[in-house]
């Protein structure tokens, strides 16, 4: 009764609908409007079918793209919904970024597709939009631009793979991949061997099924309000992810009647509740990069002080790899994000409204009751106590830096050891496994010029390679810094995003081999144990690497307007307050 209420409502409303939205005329608006459906009619629509609410939907299918290999079907799907509810979907192209297709990094193109979504969600006339994220840099590049343009939307994710084989044991890209890679590297799997493992490490389409940055995105999505409960953790394979794509489509036409906009979901409660799910199910690092730059998009600052206090609250539930054992679609048959907000409930503000129309309390109300299992933990038994991800501080990085403690070796967690540097990525990699590297299992590994602006593009490069030499006599975890950020399906002591990045003349970028680094994760620092006079006099012959600047094109963008990690490597111009 309340949807056919609204539904009334917005028959009635003044506001341009369908068609009519962003209609641009000079003068004689009847002939714009005439002309746009004459085109539109070159699609076959009659006027009884122009006249209803207009659902667009981002088709982010790229032959390129193989964890958005199943959008045809989605979207079909969402069309069956749109239509049911008596609306008209029409499907649009946007920008789709696959992790291993996009040079020099997904990170550098992300703000790319949030251009490009807020844009043409803009441009062209719809009442509400199906947003359809999956890789790693789509639901937060969806988001960011639904945010901005602020008409209703609703999201929804290709969902994970389901696992591959080998030998009898389960595989998952990419934690397997990098554990294969890591045993080839060390000699224990040969070359046709590992020919053989990587036939079988992404078995279909979906994301990738471990808690990475797209599960991590879908999760928190979902937490945050903007997707129909459950639908997170639904494998991509399953037919559950077609109703409940179908389920998408039809509350779209509700949203557009209701008028729930991106910004009345995603407040400052709901991210505050994303950001405590990022703890609860181990999430990765790169959530926390990503809920900063849609925040920024909203007008207000992730806390990062808040993640870390919370974080000490929130202990790890969800058993999942690369910290635990099981993969999404475990998570999914043990009732998906449901049952983690059930064991964090009280932790959480369930007043928050959702793309349901109801609240997140409302919503976990009207879900099946929770049962015992063991990828879900119960918060008396939590995988891990506390804290996923720390929030680090001190002389190595004023504004920060992060690290997944959940993921790294407990012995390493309080550490001081000498630094051996490496300039860029292409110092590290002609390097890194040279024989006659000076380095020892105590040792700090360092990486410089590898954030936002340094490499460029803030890659997945902080997961720094136990060099050859020690990897082959056993050596399994390092203390590993830099102002990269890390996949989240790896694991290991690795101090992330840390800001100011090297290459705009962060404290990263003085640091010199032997040189003593002290990490004490417990009280939250990563400190360079260098004197204040020392670092003056080599910021005094400090000068930026030459090629952070480009003359031309979206790099030249890019450089003149990315942020650091804590505001979400987000261009400043797309702030809702620039900086
Ligand atoms: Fe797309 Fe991992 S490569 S989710
Ligand atoms: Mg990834």
New binding site residues.
């Given amino acids: 009764a309340v949807d056919r209420f609204a539904r009334r409502e917005f028959e009635m409303s003044d506001e341009p609908k369908g068609m009519r939205r962003g209609l641009a005329h000079y003068g004689d608006a009847g002939f714009s409007l005439f002309l746009r459906k004459a085109f539109i009619k070159a699609m076959g629509y009659s006027d009884s079918a122009l006249d209803r609410p207009i659902i667009g939907i981002t088709n982010t299918f790229s032959g390129y793209?193989?964890?958005h290999r199943s959008v045809p079907d989605m979207i079909e799907a969402i069309k069956r919904g749109v239509m049911l509810a008596g609306g008209l979907p029409i499907e649009f192209p946007l920008v789709s970024i696959?992790?291993?297709f996009s040079h020099p990094t997904s990170m550098f193109l992300r703000n790319l597709m949030a251009m490009d979504a807020e844009e043409m969600i803009r441009a062209q006339p719809m009442d509400a939009v199906v947003l359809i994220g999956?890789?790693?840099k789509t639901v937060p590049a969806l988001l960011m631009g639904a945010a901005s343009a602020d008409i209703p939307a609703i999201l929804t994710v290709t969902g994970p793979m389901i696992t591959g084989s080998h030998k009898g044991e389960r595989l998952g890209?990419?934690t397997d991949c990098r554990r294969f890679w890591g045993q080839h590297r060390a000699g224990a799997v040969d070359a046709v061997e590992i020919e053989e493992i990587g036939d079988k490490l992404?078995p279909g389409p979906?994301?990738?099924m471990v808690m990475?940055?797209?599960?991590t995105m879908a999760l928190l999505g979902e937490a945050m309000g903007m997707m129909l409960p459950g639908g997170a953790a639904i494998p991509a394979v399953h037919a559950d992810r077609l109703r409940h794509c179908e389920a998408t489509g039809e509350r779209a036409v509700a949203l557009a009647a209701e008028k729930l906009r991106p910004s009345q979901i995603m407040t400052r409660a709901a991210m505050t509740n994303a950001l405590r799910v990022l703890q609860a199910v181990g999430g990765s690092t790169n959530g926390v990069v990503h809920l900063a730059a849609i925040a920024g998009r909203l007008g207000f600052d992730l806390d990062l002080e808040e993640l870390d206090r919370l974080g000490a609250e929130t202990p790890v539930l969800v058993d999942l790899k690369p910290s635990g054992q099981h993969y999404m679609e475990d998570l999914f048959k043990a009732g998906g994000l449901t049952a983690v907000l059930r064991e964090i409930g009280h932790l959480i503000d369930q007043s928050c409204l959702t793309v349901t129309g109801r609240s997140v309390g409302e919503n976990l109300a009207a879900q099946p009751a929770g049962w015992h299992n063991d990828v879900v933990r119960p918060l008396s038994d939590p995988i891990h106590r506390g804290g996923g991800i720390r929030l680090l501080g001190g002389n190595l990085a004023p504004n920060g830096a992060i690290i997944k403690q959940a993921a790294a070796s407990p012995a390493l967690l309080r550490h001081t050891g000498r630094a051996v540097v490496f300039t860029s990525l292409e110092d590290m990699a002609n390097r890194l496994d040279a024989p006659d590297l000076d380095v020892r299992a105590n040792d700090v590994l360092v990486l410089q010029n590898a954030g936002p602006k340094g490499a460029p593009g803030m890659p997945e490069a902080g997961y720094i390679p136990i060099p050859r030499k020690l990897a082959a006599a056993g050596v399994k975890d390092m203390v590993r810094i830099s102002d990269a950020r890390m996949s989240g399906?790896a694991f290991g002591a690795i101090v992330l995003h840390v800001s100011p990045e090297a290459a705009v003349g962060g404290p990263l970028a003085l640091v010199r081999d032997g040189d003593l680094i002290e990490l004490d994760v417990e009280n939250g620092s990563i400190a360079l144990l260098v004197e204040d006079a020392e670092l003056e006099a080599r910021r005094a012959i400090w000068s930026p690497p030459a090629h952070i600047r480009a003359t031309r094109g979206y790099a030249k963008l890019y450089f003149d307007e990315v942020l650091q990690a804590e505001d979400g490597c987000d261009f400043n111009f797309l702030r809702a307050n620039p900086r």
Avoid at 212 to 215: C, D, E, K, L, P
């Fill in positions: 793209n193989a964890c696959h992790e291993a999956g890789c790693d890209a990419c992404a979906g994301t990738c990475g940055t797209a599960s399906t």
